[in-house]
């Protein structure tokens, strides 16, 4: 592992404040499951981390408010049978959550109006369907 995890091209989370329990994983592996420690739980105190500059921080814990236990993240990754993989995996998904957290909000959408054509187009379809409907009819209304 290299000097940190990489969130954006500014962002950068130490490996200090990250912090790895290992534990037994369930699923393939045959009897090798029941003696490594392959599940990878990766976790961030994303409220007390002095990495995270302040605005990223307060939209991240807004963001990430149901997902978090007392400021801390946690994410669990146990989908391979080697450790190695799983760690990758588990910093992996802790990089795009902390990337979606605190992406920029998108821009607020500006309302628009159908145009004069797209009214003429629905009243036209409208019409072409009721008189397809009245066509449609038994009792010669």
Same mark, same amino acid.
């Given at each position: 592992?290299?000097?940190?995890?990489?969130?954006?091209?500014?962002?950068?989370?130490?490996?200090?404040?990250?912090?790895?329990?290992?534990?037994?994983?369930?699923?393939?592996?045959?009897?090798?499951?029941?003696?490594?420690?392959?599940?990878?739980?990766?976790?961030?105190?994303? !409220?007390?981390?002095?990495?995270?500059?302040?605005?990223?921080?307060?939209?991240?814990?807004?963001?990430?408010?149901?997902?978090?236990?007392?400021?801390?993240?946690?994410?669990?990754?146990?989908?391979?049978?080697?450790?190695?993989?799983?760690?990758?995996?588990?910093?992996?998904?802790?990089?795009?959550?902390?990337?979606?957290?605190? !992406?920029?909000?998108?821009?607020?959408?500006?309302?628009?109006?159908?145009?004069?054509?797209?009214?003429?187009?629905?009243?036209?379809?409208?019409?072409?369907?009721?008189?397809?409907?009245?066509?449609?009819?038994?009792?010669?209304?």
């Amino acid at each position: 592992m290299d000097d940190g995890l990489r969130v954006t091209d500014r962002l950068v989370v130490p490996d200090a404040e990250l912090r790895e329990r290992f534990s037994r994983s369930s699923g393939p592996g045959g009897q090798g499951v029941n003696t490594t420690d392959s599940r990878v739980e990766l976790s961030f105190d994303l !409220a007390g981390s002095p990495s995270v500059p302040e605005a990223l921080r307060v939209r991240a814990l807004d963001r990430l408010a149901n997902r978090l236990v007392d400021g801390v993240l946690t994410v669990a990754a146990s989908e391979h049978r080697a450790q190695l993989a799983n760690r990758e995996a588990a910093r992996e998904r802790m990089a795009a959550l902390l990337r979606e957290a605190v !992406a920029p909000p998108p821009k607020p959408r500006r309302p628009t109006r159908p145009s004069r054509a797209a009214k003429e187009r629905r009243l036209a379809e409208k019409k072409r369907q009721s008189q397809r409907k009245r066509d449609r009819r038994v009792d010669g209304d």
